[in-house]
């Protein structure tokens, strides 16, 4: 009997200290979660101010393993930042520290492209019978929307707060025959870093009037980090069974060329590096890569157009997009003249880009897919880059 008692006072105790423990792990569980809410997954800071006045900020989108940081001038992305194999931060994207560098000549590092991205030529282009001329800004085309393109204006900037991933949608107006381009036109690019470690670029525009649109981004990748010297040793692969040859004012000729037994095959993973000097005419006239690829699948919805990985970080880039082409520009005209965040050179190919697009000079080539936008249509499309490192 007595046995019996002690037995059930050590069960109680036992029990007591049991419900304890399971109190605090409960407790611990919830004061974390509280933690993750708080977490600071956007936050904001200046940035620098355009010379009237305005204010530059900077939103850098985190999801607690890498980010993403951006600008409300020429929604700019400025830094990359993910861990390396060694778990080594490392910014992948070429870009400035300072603002003002942003404001000086440099070639469209990490903006949004429009109202129309890459070329048309002579500037020129006929819509409904009305021809309209556009500023030639590069010999005799026109490139990347103009003398003041999306990439050089200030985007108002909406930060997403559905707790869900951190994201923020930039709008831009842009009035009718801005840069020569017809009709009043709103634009929204909304960019949200997933769990997965996706950067979503989402791109949607409406017009009061026919008009031609292309947006896309121009961020120029270094996956070994931005200030590791030339990306030729980077694996490439695009899924394209062919690309378009260019004139010698680098636009397309209208054929479409299988990519089979040329330097422009990357349907299997290469390096960028391996062909890139072979004495090809092509390459020639890019001064090494800068053509658009005719991604295979066009028409069915997002799908992987591209992968590209460092073996010396082990950090990986998946390409995911509705579009049909992509522009891949090996930095051909990087000439060391511009300085990296860390005050090295940016020289010849230490950046290469993957600029998901229409084709380039599709407003004059019928036989290329639609670029017109009508006021009863919704310009939509979408272009994400997957970040993933490896040890090799
Ligand atoms: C073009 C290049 C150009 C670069 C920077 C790329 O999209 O294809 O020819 O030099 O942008 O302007």
Redesign the pocket.
Known sequence: MHQGKNNSMVFYKKYKRLNILLYLFVKILILNSCNLNNFKSQMKSYFGSLPNGEKIYKYKLSNGYMSVEIINYGGIITNINIPNSQGINTDVVLGFDTFHQYIEEH??FGAIIGRY???IANGKFSLNGINYQLAKN?GENS??GGLIGFDKVLWSVKELDDHKDPGIKLTYFSENMEEGYPGNVQIDVTYILTKENELKILYEAITDSPTVINLTN?SYFNLGGESSGDILDHFLTINADSYLPVDKN?IPTGEIRNVKNTPFDFSEMKKIGLEIETQNNQLII?KGY?HCWVLNDYGKGIRKIAEVKSINTGINMEVYSDQPGV?F?TG??LDGSLKSKKLNKYKKRSGF?L?TQHFPDSPNQPSFPNVILDPDKKYQTQTWYKFSTKTY
Request: aromatic share 16%; glycine share 12%.
């Open positions: 070639p469209y991205g890459n070329r590069n490139l990347h121009h680098m890019g800068d522009q520009y051909n005209f880009c600029e």
